[in-house]
């Protein structure tokens, strides 16, 4: 029966290989839901769950600082506004496609739904590579982007936010040109902002700490915690940093990090300060920061080779395999946690469940960067302000509640620590009372 289902899901979207398999890892999940209550089938559920509300694409016309033009794809897929508005970030990296761009707005849907927020799911993005542009050509492409993406956006409607390659350099160009073309202060309709004018504390940091304190709360159901652990991180933007800031707090060594170029190997732990620095400011390559360090510098290669007990994949979709998986195992790796999305094959992860590894999905593990967004619009609609302390005693609170919630769920489909399905499961339900309570729409 879901085989069907999901043969028609392929059909439909012919192409699509991560939309697919965003798709087949829910699906694979929910046999023992629709076992029990098979009416959702009757309705319908998943074929209007796989098909998103609404999908913009558009036309990006910018110039370059010589003046020469060019064009880039512009992308919103607004999933699905059961639960809330439209949310979800925008992605510039040149891999963006309309299949990928519908498996983060698929995922972003159960994830958000696992915060308890009142927030739908959307995703969006460019095939616009903002490696080596200047500000100036970063500000001109956002402005071109918004001048299309802002008839579509409001803070009742959809709400954007950062994700690979949109920080709040470009979250700042994207509200200003709002700004300017509607003539509204509407802080509520972009998040990531500046703390300055409208922003969260602590939003930049959520992501990296929510997963650390997801991955905390997986190894707590094994007696275990963070203490004197080895940490592998990859990636080197805000999730890798801030979760490796976070672990560090928590009694972790953080040993490892990677960029697209490498990886860099510090046994004594990485200095944060030096690494926020190259990467977040300086915006350059993690060799730059091993020149200055001293850490050991390994061109290419894979950061998975490096034994560690926490795992967490930071960067990209399908950046940890089957190979790098069992080469983890080998190593004596006791938890892995997505802070991307899904950065786990489906193979990879096999060989980890196989192996009792804990592993925490992305749509929960990473679940409290937009977790802290809705915060940022709560604090917008009452044009309040938070202290970091407040903010980040909430996001735990959040966190500690998916963990339980996917726990439980686990529990409840006699599938006992297996966060895969706690999550699926937890996040569907979610999604679809909202849907049946709405009516066919
Ligand atoms: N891009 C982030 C994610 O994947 C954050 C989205 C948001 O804050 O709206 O969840």
């Not at 100036?136 to 009742?156: D, K, N, P």
């Not at 991180?233 to 999730?239: E, P, T």
Request: charged share 25%; glycine share 12%; proline share 4%.
């Amino acid at each position: 029966m879901i085989e069907k289902l999901y043969d028609r899901i392929l059909h439909r979207n012919p192409g699509e290989r991560e939309f697919h398999q965003a798709v087949w890892e829910v699906l694979e999940s929910l046999g023992p839901v629709f076992a029990r209550r098979p009416e959702l089938l009757d309705e319908s559920l998943v074929e209007r769950l796989c098909e998103p509300e609404r999908q913009i694409i558009f036309r990006v016309p910018w110039s370059d600082d010589s003046g020469r033009t060019h064009v880039n794809r512009g992308f919103r897929v607004e999933f699905n506004s059961a639960l809330g508005p439209y949310k979800g970030g925008l992605r510039f990296h040149p891999s963006v496609n309309l299949g990928i761009i519908k498996f983060l707005g698929f995922e972003q849907t159960f994830k958000n739904a696992l915060t308890g927020m009142p927030i739908g799911g959307g995703k969006g993005g460019s095939d616009f590579d903002p490696k080596g542009r200047s500000d100036a050509e970063i500000m001109r492409f956002c402005q071109s982007f918004m001048t299309e993406l802002y008839r579509h956006l409001g803070e009742y409607t959809d709400i954007p936010a950062g994700d690979i390659g949109v920080g709040s350099r470009e979250i700042g160009y994207l509200f200003g040109q709002y700004r300017r073309i509607t003539n509204r202060w509407e802080a509520g309709v972009l998040t990531g902002k500046g703390v300055l004018w409208g922003g969260s504390q602590a939003r930049a940091e959520a992501t990296g700490y929510g997963l650390v304190v997801f991955t905390a709360e997986m190894l707590k159901t094994r007696g275990e915690d963070l203490d004197g652990k080895r940490v592998v991180v990859s990636g080197s933007g805000n999730v890798a940093i801030y979760a490796m800031e976070k672990a560090r707090q928590l009694g972790a060594t953080p040993i490892a990090c990677s960029d697209s170029s490498g990886y860099v190997v510090e046994e004594k732990g990485i200095d944060l300060d030096l690494l926020k620095q190259v990467k977040l400011t300086e915006r350059a390559r993690l060799s730059e920061y091993a020149e200055r360090s001293g850490a050991r510098f390994v061109s290419g290669g894979r950061v998975w080779e490096v034994p560690c007990e926490v795992a967490l994949p930071c960067a990209t979709q399908n950046e940890l395999d089957e190979d790098d998986a069992v080469r983890l195992v080998r190593n004596g790796v006791q938890a892995v946690g997505e802070g991307a999305n899904m950065p786990t094959t489906p193979s990879g992860i096999k060989v980890l469940r196989d192996a009792d590894v804990l592993f925490g999905p992305g749509k929960a593990a990473n679940a409290g960067g937009v977790a802290t967004s809705a915060l940022e619009m709560q604090q917008n609609a009452s044009r309040d302000s938070w202290s970091f302390e407040h903010t980040e005693a909430r996001l735990t609170e959040i966190m500690q509640h998916i963990h339980g919630l996917c726990h439980t769920t686990a529990e409840r489909y006699g599938r006992p620590g297996d966060y895969v399905a706690g999550a699926n499961i937890a996040g569907f339900e979610l999604v679809e009372e909202a849907m049946v309570a709405q009516g066919l729409i």
